[in-house]
């Protein structure tokens, strides 16, 4: 196991990002075929390649995910949720439910990732919150400003 190792830290170092993704020079080839079979060199160059890809994946996930959720926090406040409330975002609230679902998933799975901490989730939990209640305001949280006598939200027709 420590050869293969020492075959993909080597080929990791040696191999040039091309239009395909990474490539070994020619003389890296030669060099390593002395102690390794063409399929073995090839089939660590894979594996490096996955790895390589895995990291930037992961980088730009994380990039995202960090603005995405900086981004719907800004909704998760008293203001910003009864303005998307009311129609004046610029996503629908069904569009905020669907696009923080996924965002939170994809938070979770980039913790295991992270060599650093996450972004600051606050505004982006109580949005989260806010999509749960939804619609059950007056039965879930009889303080909010919404709610009338009778368990009807504001606004609403008898």
Not at 21 to 35: I, S, V
Not at 118 to 144: K, V
């Amino acid at each position: 196991m420590g050869r293969i190792a020492d075959l993909c830290a080597e080929i990791a170092e040696l191999a040039d990002e091309g239009p395909d993704g990474l490539l070994l020079p020619p003389d890296a080839w030669d060099r390593l075929r002395g102690q390794w079979s063409d399929e073995d060199i090839q089939d660590v160059l894979g594996v490096v390649k996955e790895s390589y890809l895995q990291e930037e994946l992961v980088a730009s996930a994380d990039s995202l995910s960090t603005r995405l959720v900086e981004l719907l926090g800004g909704w998760g406040d008293a203001r910003g949720w009864r303005t998307a409330v009311e129609g004046g975002a610029t996503l629908s609230v069904e569009v905020l439910r669907q696009i923080a679902h996924r965002l939170d998933r994809l938070e979770e799975i980039l913790e295991a990732y992270r060599d650093q901490k996450g972004p600051d989730r606050r505004g982006f939990d109580r949005l989260q919150q806010r999509l749960m209640d939804h619609g059950i305001e007056a039965e879930m949280r009889p303080d909010w400003p919404g709610a009338r006598a009778g368990g009807k939200r504001g606004g609403e027709e008898e």
